[in-house]
């Protein structure tokens, strides 16, 4: 589950990472009144007005600005909150910002410059550990790093059976060349920041920048938090932080039935049970000829009710042409998935698109004739095979 800048800087705070300060704002009027109280908190006369949506990218897309004064405030605001905000991770059509966060001017001048770092922590599935990867070239896309100075990369695996040990700590410090107070300042960062990535159950912690100030404070600038959604349930706290604005609504909704979905921008809707053959099935829709309109997982129990909710959310797709269904009879019987399918068809009523029912497993046979016998607009199969000449065959009359 994805969080917010704010809501990942509120969690950072929260374990003795020092951040960059603000306040959230839905209007232009509420960003002026946390402008003001920002002042009288921190001192500072220039403030940074940041789109809160769940994408990367938003100082090129526009979504970040300064301003100098309260009516710079008030109007870059009003500028922001409202806009569609496009970024190279929200794709063309964008996001909508429906807050911003106004945030204290950390880059004011001192006895030294403020130097950006890139920080992260995320699990390496290879090694079976996790991992902090480092780099000084802060502010910057870690994949345009990575692809022309992968040099500039220092990776860390921590052991979990010990955690992080204080000198790998120090070797980041060092690897980003810093000395005195704030090499001092960057291992405490470093520590406090793995604590709140492990106590939170997170999936990956990524801070880009991390700010040396001219003042040799070391501090969070953004902050940018995944948190493991099978953890939540450890966690109430962090489950509330969760803005269903922020996410897809056909996603949205199959969360409600638990239906795992994920939509895709093809022409052959999918239904399957199990992650395994769901992704055998999309690599099938592909060799047919066509391409997979989601990826939807309706678990091992499927039955008519999660079937019509399946159903329901492909259809809401203009885009699909077709619907593939491919079961295993295993946990469920096939003769019930293909009554439920009948069920679900009738109480949807039209459907204006062939779907294609593939049954192997437990009475695969008698679920194929249930399918032929229904006379709806509904064809059977029982080899993969068979299913992906279907599949063909419909697209090419479509």
């Not at 909508?96 to 204290?104: G, M």
Request: a negative charge; aromatic letters at 6%; glycine letters at 10%.
């Amino acid at each position: 589950m994805n969080i917010h800048e704010y809501q990942a800087k509120d969690i950072l705070k929260r374990y003795g990472v020092r951040i960059q300060e603000g306040i959230v704002a839905e209007t232009a009027e509420e960003a002026v009144t946390a402008a003001k109280r920002l002042t009288e908190e921190t001192g500072t006369g220039w403030h940074v007005i940041k789109a809160q949506i769940h994408a990367g990218g938003r100082g090129k897309g526009g979504g970040v600005k300064l301003a100098k004064n309260l009516e710079q405030v008030k109007e870059l605001a009003g500028q922001i909150i409202g806009m569609q905000l496009v970024t190279h991770q929200t794709g063309p059509e964008g996001k909508k910002v429906n807050k911003v966060l106004v945030a204290q001017d950390v880059y004011y001048p001192g006895d030294s410059e403020p130097k950006e770092y890139y920080l992260s922590i995320l699990l390496d599935r290879a090694k079976g550990q996790n991992v902090i990867m480092a780099s000084t070239e802060g502010g910057m896309d870690i994949e345009e790093v990575a692809e022309h100075t992968p040099d500039k990369i220092f990776k860390e695996w921590i052991d979990p059976a010990v955690g992080l040990q204080g000198f790998q700590a120090r070797k980041i410090a060092f690897a980003f060349g810093l000395e005195g107070e704030a090499f001092k300042e960057m291992v405490k960062f470093v520590t406090n920041l793995y604590k709140a990535y492990l106590d939170t159950d997170a999936s990956m912690f990524e801070i880009n920048p991390v700010l040396k100030t001219s003042d040799n404070k070391i501090l969070a600038v953004d902050g940018k938090v995944d948190l493991d959604d099978n953890a939540l349930f450890r966690h109430k706290d962090l489950a509330d932080l969760r803005d269903l604005a922020e996410e897809d609504p056909l996603e949205v909704e199959a969360s409600k039935s638990n239906l795992n979905y994920v939509k895709l921008d093809g022409n052959v809707g999918c239904m399957v049970n199990g992650a395994g053959l769901a992704m055998a099935t999309m690599d099938i829709i592909k060799l047919s000829g066509g391409e997979p309109a989601n990826f939807l997982d309706v678990g091992g129990g499927a039955n008519a009710q999660t079937v019509e909710a399946g159903f329901r959310l492909i259809l809401q797709d203009p885009n699909v042409k077709a619907i593939l269904i491919n079961i295993f009879g295993g946990i469920v019987r096939c003769d019930r998935v293909a009554n439920g399918v009948v069920e679900a068809y009738k109480n949807i009523g039209t459907i204006n698109v062939p779907i294609i029912v593939r049954l192997q497993g437990t009475n695969a046979e008698e679920g194929a004739r249930i399918i032929d016998e229904s006379g709806l607009k509904v064809f059977s199969a029982v080899a993969l095979k068979e299913a992906a000449q279907k599949v063909k065959d419909v697209l090419a009359t479509a």
